[in-house]
């Protein structure tokens, strides 16, 4: 549970850096950040 934690805020931060960076793959990026937000969501209590 505690690896969820601190992967999350390191994805957001992550994700936003690309989108100031690269805002044309916003929806790309926005994509990629749900589904790994998920996925640390199912196994994360699992770690």
Do not use: T
């Amino acid at each position: 549970m505690m690896l969820n934690m601190h992967m999350q805020p390191i994805i957001a931060l992550i994700a936003g850096i690309l989108i100031l960076v690269m805002p044309r793959l916003l929806n790309l990026i926005v994509a990629v950040y749900l589904i790994a937000i998920g996925i640390l969501g199912l196994v994360g209590g699992r770690l």
